[in-house]
Structure formats: C-alpha cells, structure tokens
C-alpha cells in the first residue's frame, strides 16, 4: 500500500504490510483484467468487511483476472506519501493504483466520502470522472451506499447496484476484452451500461429548480430510464469463502463471519437494509456446517460469527448452532451471533447461547412506547423485551445494551419519557435476577436518519439543536444507579443524513471540504463539523434544507435507482405507519406484495419455514463437555523474524502464531478462567522494527510431538512470510526471569566522533539516567545496569548487549542510540537493527 522505507516512521505500521495469510499474488502479466479492490477508510475497518474479501476471492479464483487490496491510510502515512513524493499502492504487489483496469471501491456508508478523494488523489487519478482520460482505469463503486450515491456519482464511471458476486465478473469481462492502449472510455462505458444493475453516472442528468431541489432525472435517449438493483437468486456458491484472509494486524471484527443469510423482511419501516437486500435468502445447515469446519481449519480464528441482518430470524439457527457449538468446544472456539432480534431468542437458543463468553448481550427496542413501535412496525412487545432482559441477568449476563432512536416519525415527548420508564422496568428485572456480582445497562440513542428506499425516505430528520435538547433530557432522567447512557454524536447524524438524502451538488461540496482538511469523518478524533459547514458556504449550500420532509409526488435524488420494491409498496407501508397497522413478514406469512420476487427466478429461500427443531446428526447438549487431559508436554521453539513482518507490534505477533499453531493442528494447554487463551509463554517484547534471528516461545501441549522435523515444516507452511521456525526442542517449561539479549545495529552513516566519545564515555561509567514520560508522569531510570556490551565495531556498525529482567523496566535499541549516543530521532528510525541472540543468566 506504501512504499516500505517509510513504515519505520507511520504508527500502526501493521495495517500497511500485506503478506497476510490466504491473501493471492498473481503474476501480472498473465491475467487480462487487473483489479485494485478498495475500501475507503482503515484498514481495520475495511478488513472487518465481508462484501470485499467475497468479490476479491471470486476474482482471484478465475485465471483471467487478478484482485489486490487498498485501505484509505491514516493522516500521518498521507502526509509522509505526500512529503516522499509517493504513490498509493495495493497491499499485494506494491503495484500503483493508477497501473489497474478498474478500480473497485466499497461505499459501506456516508461518512467514508473524503476518504475517496484520498485514494484518488494519492494514486494520481482526477476526482472528476469527466475529467479522465482513455489511459486511466475504470472507477467502479458498489455496496450498501449505491443506492443513493449521487453525492459522490460524479466521482465514478460506473456504480454497481445490488448483489455484485455475478456482476463483478461481467464488469471484469467486458473491460479485459480491450487491451488498455486500445481502450475508447466512451464506448467501454457503453458496454458496462449493458450489464443489469451496471448505472453509468454520465448517462444521466439531475435537473434543479430554482431552490436547488430536483424537478427531473434526465437520461440518453439510447440508455436506460431506470436502473434496477442486481440480486442472485441463492446463496448456493460456497468455494470462494473457505479460504479467509487472516489479517496479521489487529481489525475490529476479528473472527470468521459466515453469512447464513441475506436479506431480511421484517419490515422495520425506517430499515433500509430490509429494502435493499431482501428477498431472504438462506443458507443450508449443511452449507453452514462446511463453510465453519473448512474456515476454521483454514484459519485459526478464535471466533466464529454467524451474520445475517438478524441472525434469529435464520430458520435453521435451533438445529445450527448447538451442532457448531458442540463440534468447536473442544478447540476453544466460540461461535457468536452479533445480531440477535427480541422475540427470536427462544429457550433452547438462550441454552445455546450462555455457553460462549457473556461480554454483553444486546437489544434494539428503537422505540419507548409500545404506540412507537407499533409505528415503525417493529413487532415486539415490552413484555418481549423485558422476559429477554430477565433471561440474560439470570442466565449470568453482567451487561445488557438497549438501542434507541429519537426523531421517528409521530414520536412525542411521551415516547421519549416512555424510553426512561423501559430502562427503569429493565433495570427492575437486573435487580431482582439472582446472578451475582456488578451489573449493568448501558443504553444507547441514535438519531434517526430517513433513509432512501424506505416508507420513511420522504420525513423529516431533526435538527442538531433538537437531538441535543432530547439527549440532555434523557440524560438528566437517566442518571440511575448500574444504567450508563451513550449516544450517537448529532453532528455525524446531521452530515450522514444530508449525504444520505443528497443529491449531485454535494459532489462540490466532498471536493471543497476535503480541500480544507476534511478527513476520516467517521472518526470522532478526526470529524469537524465546522470544516464541512464553511465548505458549504463556500458551495452557496443550504445542508439543513436536506433534512426537509419531502411530498410524495416529489422527483428524489435517487428515484431513477431501483431497489426492486415498489414505489406504490413503500407508500402504503408510510400509510399503515400513521394507522399503527402491522405488516407481517413474508417468510412465515403470505407475500406482501412488495413487486420484488418473480418466483421463478428471484423468490424468499427459507429451509425450515415451520421452524420445527429438525435432527443435526449430533448430540445437542447444552454444556461444554471439554475432555479434560493432564498431560503436558512443553517445548521451546526457536524462530526468526525478519523483512517487513518486524513492523507487527509483540501482541500482533503472539495473535499470529497463536492461529498458525491451530492452523498446524497444533494443540496447546488453555488457561482457565472467563477468556481461556493458549498456555504459550513469550521471550522478552521485541521493538517494533527490529529484526531478530533468535525469538523464541514455549508451548505447552496435549501430546508429544512424534517428528520435530515434520512439525517444523507445517508450521513454516503456515507462519506468513518473514517468520521462520528453526527449531524445536523439549523445555522444562520455565522462562528464565534474567536474560541476555545481544543486537547489532548498523546506521546509514559513520557515526561522528562526538557519538563515538559518548559511547566510550557510557562504558566507563557507573550510572546512567534517562527520562520516560508515560501517561502524563515522568520517572527516571538508571539504564546502565542494563547494558553490559555497547562498542563500536565498524565506522558505522555497533554491538550491543542488553539485559532484561522479568517485570521490570527494560531498553530498546532505539532509545540506547537517541538516550546515550545522541543519535537524532530519524536517523535513530532508519537504523537497521538485528536481534543476534540471547542467553540466560547466570549469578
């Protein structure tokens, strides 16, 4: 992604290495359509998304075409691409953006806009599509935000609505069929505009009246007037998700995810996903079952995530999951449904479900008053939530989290005091369970954004200054004991929903604020209100006019994009949201006449529609059953770590060989305890930086090992590149709590005379102090006791021995040369430093 002379200076140089495990390199001269798949915010964030990794493997598993890896870079590595007069690459191959066919970018949600222009802009492409010429790739967007992308449309050449896992391949086609010195812009895009569900932004022109409103939706006389969503009929093709891409730095949904299901037809009326991905389409029990045994095995993660809009909805999940649960007890792997819906969580699941690690367990009532919910067509009672509420205390949950929003359509004050008599009653049901020890509630508000293609899409949304009145009251009357109250920040709200009902102009605005500092809005660290306020001053835009209520005979910004439910459907939905009338869910009751499914092609897939507990094959019990085993044997491996893997921090590297070990089938002792962790002891942290020919940890194991040598190897097979076991030996199991580490360090120039006198000066002295300041306190540290080699070889080439004793401050490399030879901080960064050895001590 960058160029890898400057990791020594970016702060969490892992998320720009690459080499991750199951990631593909392809020759690059043998395919005849290259891609950049990217992901417009950090690497964190863009590695946790599935949608990505799917469209990626299915690239990378045709032999025409090759898929590599963006994320938009942190501040600090933009401003040093910038300063190096860099380029922005893949993670892959290093190989500049600007070299692809197409660049493929995510639009996962509105506050990612900037981060656009980032990447583009860092990898030399003009913003502007109209500004492109026949020699630069194809720009493509897709994702959950191609529904309404008319703020960034003029941005791109071509946005993919809808499902993208057949699409994708077609867009690739068409583009590899013209050699790029051949290629006519023009009529490419012609031939895109073909593909169902391909919307090509030049075809198509917004006009504004004179408040800046749109009056009409122009198209080419020879082009589409609509442009429907793309949808796979199932979800039957498996090959291209059992080879995951095992990030080496830590992402904030690290786990296997398995999709059991797409779409949802609950039909919450202020949903957007329950319009834009519908009709359900669910996975087998036995598809669910290969894809979770051939990931694991494949990976080595910890945890596995069973996804879906609402996991309890899948028909399945009483059949599933106990049958997962049981099959990966034994390897201490967790399986977990991030999205659980009140009134599917019935007994047997809540069984299942108190046998992975209680951390919190979460609830979305969305509205305080049962009228509310009856609006939005939520379908849940109270009495619903507060039996989940009274199960999870007793079943031993220390915290329950209860979602909120404010701003929904008819809400009142009454709503708002009908959110604190839930909490209160949910609080009643914490104090009166019988589990033991502090419990919590932690309540959560958002800001309701109304949401294109939705029954709500033409509401209004409130203002900064009445979701900041309505939070300072709720927070005023929820200061109760054990009950902590979040909330979403208003001013994210108010620029999601201006983005969200927005139209073309905004595009001008995106350029402005980014030309004023604008960056990774998503990030309250980063957001600034202001920036994007004067940017649209500058832009003669009126963003609060966005959030306007709108008529039903109004021309959206977005109404030439079709989500494949019925503009007549959603209106009646808004209708029956005034009534109170409740739409039920066509999977288990009769189709609602939504116009999306054909039922030949495109139709609701459903496995078990009575929801009847069917047979797994397997014992269901409802309590880990570990086999218990009191053998141990230990063993020391050594290995080394060197080129770019040495920029991972000590804790990313102990991640990285915990899952090549379950990888290797390599099975260790556990801790007991809340969060059981592999019996696997660590040498001293090792710099970030520094290379090493000596690391080394223990493990303890269940078995012997029968044949170092062939364990040796399969570890290797899958340790990523840069760490390389050497060998393995039996260890009584103890680290020894003084150690002797030996390091040879080689700057860029010949150290001066000044710096050799201060090395000299340093070994003849008896004490020598240095300041450390750390959270706000500084303390002083005599290091001298703590190096007993420091001598210079070579004109520029220094050996040095350091000792480390178990809890206690030690010193890295890098603070011996800024601290004690006066080396300055960049210098100090571009030394090479090597790991040599290490040795215990004796007394």
Known sequence: MINKKILPYVSKPGRYLGHEYNSTIKPWDTVMTRCALIFPDLYEIGMSHQGLQILYHILNGNDKFLAERCYCPDTDVEKLIREKNETLTT???????????????TLPYELCYTNILTVLDLAGVPFLAAERDDTQPII?????????????????????????????????????????????????????????????????????????????????????????????PNLDRIDHLKNPIVPNARIVHDRLGIEVARGCTRGCRFCQAGIIYRPVRE?????????????IEDSGFEELALLSLSTGDYSCLEQTLPELMNR??????????????????????????????????????????????????????????????????????????????IGLPTETKKDHEEIVELVKKAKLERDQGTARGKKQINVSVGTFVPKPHTPFQWE???????????????????????????????????????????????????????????????????????????????????????????????????????????????????????TESYTPDCRYHSCQKCGLCDFKTI??????????????????????????????????????????????GHLEILQVIFRA???????????????????????????VGTESLAEFFIMDLTTPLSDRKTVIKKLNDKLPQGLEVTTVEKHPGKIAQ????????????PLSDKEKTRITDFSESRSFSIQRSRKGKTTSLDVRPLVRKLRCTKPDTIELETVSIASRPGIKPVEILTHIIGVNKKRALETAILKTGWRTMNH
């Open 91 to 105: 993670l892959e191959s290093s190989h500049p953006l600007i070299d692809f066919d197409l660049l493929g970018f």
């Open 140 to 232: 493509l967007a897709g994702g959950a935000g191609a529904l309404n992308p008319e703020p960034v449309a003029d941005f791109f050449d071509a946005i993919l609505l809808g499902d993208g896992e057949e699409a994708v391949l077609e867009i690739a086609e068409i583009i590899g069929n013209t050699p790029g010195n051949q290629r006519e812009r023009k009529k490419l895009l012609e031939q895109l505009g073909k593909i169902k569900g391909v919307y090509i932004p030049s075809h198509f022109k917004p006009v504004y009246d004179k408040a800046g409103h749109t009056v009409e939706i122009q198209h080419r006389s020879d082009s589409q007037s609509h442009i429907s969503r793309r949808i796979i």
């Open 283 to 295: 996975r087998t029990p036995q598809q669910i079952r290969e894809l979770a045994m051939a990931g």
């Open 328 to 405: 990966f007890a034994d390897n201490f792997t967790s399986v977990s449904m991030p999205s659980m819906r009140v009134g599917t969580l019935t007994q047997p699941i809540m069984d299942q479900i108190k046998r992975v690690r209680k951390t919190g367990f979460t609830l979305a009532p969305e509205a305080g008053s049962e009228r509310l919910r009856r609006v939005i067509n939520k379908g849940i009672t109270e009495e619903d939530l507060l039996s989940t509420c009274r199960e999870a205390f007793g079943l031993g949950w220390k915290l329950v989290k209860l979602y909120f929003m």
């Open 460 to 578: 209004r949304q409130l203002s900064m200054e009445e979701s900041y009145s309505t939070l300072k009251k709720l927070k005023s009357d929820l200061k109760l004991k054990g009950v902590n109250l979040k909330y979403h920040n208003p001013e994210l709200s108010f620029l999601e929903g201006v983005f969200s009902r927005g139209d073309r102009r905004l595009g001008r605005l995106i350029v402005t604020a980014w030309h004023d500092g604008a960056r990774l809005d998503g990030w309250t660290e980063y957001f600034q209100l202001r920036t994007w306020q004067e940017a649209a001053q500058k832009c003669h835009l009126d963003l609060e006019d966005y959030l306007r209520p709108r008529s039903m005979d109004e021309t959206l910004p977005w109404q030439h994009l079709h989500s494949g439910v019925d503009l007549d459907f959603l209106k009646n939905e808004y209708e029956k949201a005034l």
């Open 603 to 648: 139709l609701p897939i459903v496995h078990n529609r009575s929801k009847k507990q069917q047979e797994s094959g397997l014992p269901l019990s409802t309590d880990q059953d570990y086999k218990k085993n009191d053998s141990h044997y230990r063993y020391i491996v050594h290995y080394s770590k060197r080129g770019e893997i040495c920029f991972l």
């Open 661 to 687: 070990l379950r990888r290797a089938n390599i099975k260790t002792h556990y801790s007991k305890g809340f969060n059981p962790s592999p019996k696997i002891s660590f040498g001293p942290a090792l710099a």
């Open 738 to 749: 003084e150690i002797l580490t030996s390091y040879i360090m080689v700057l860029h120039s």
